[in-house]
């Protein structure tokens, strides 16, 4: 019996989603598919610099699949940059996860990324009065 897989999450997604060197075609290269599960993994702990334990929380893994899938993207992006391959960000089984503000003084609300810091003021009014008010789960 096959172990039903665990939904994993992920709090953002990539702005731009395809790189390539420079002054190739693209028909003549070699293209790397990084998920976006493995682009959230680098992100959580390359550039929120999360420990491995809090990755795999914010990811809704277990460690040992974290640290699969980090491993993973690290390859690939190694593989693209040693080996002048393109690197396109698509695909992966996953939940958009996001989380919601409200700004008390303004009423106004908005959403940020799972896995970021906790916004300090309004970015309207930069009223300090600000709370959590649910988590936005987003299928994909
Ligand atoms: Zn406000």
Known sequence: MVRPKKQRYVGKEPIIDYFKPRGIPIRDLEEINLTKEEYEALRLKEIENYSQVKCSELMNVSQPTYSRVLDSARKKITDAIVNGKALKIEGGV???????????????????????????????CEGLDIQRVSLEKISV
Not at 106 to 115: H, N, P, R, Y
């Open 94 to 124: 996953f939940k958009l996860v996001k989380r919601k503000f409200k700004c008390f003084d303004c009423k106004s609300e908005w959403m940020i990324a799972f896995g970021t810091g906790r916004p300090n003021s309004c970015p309207k």
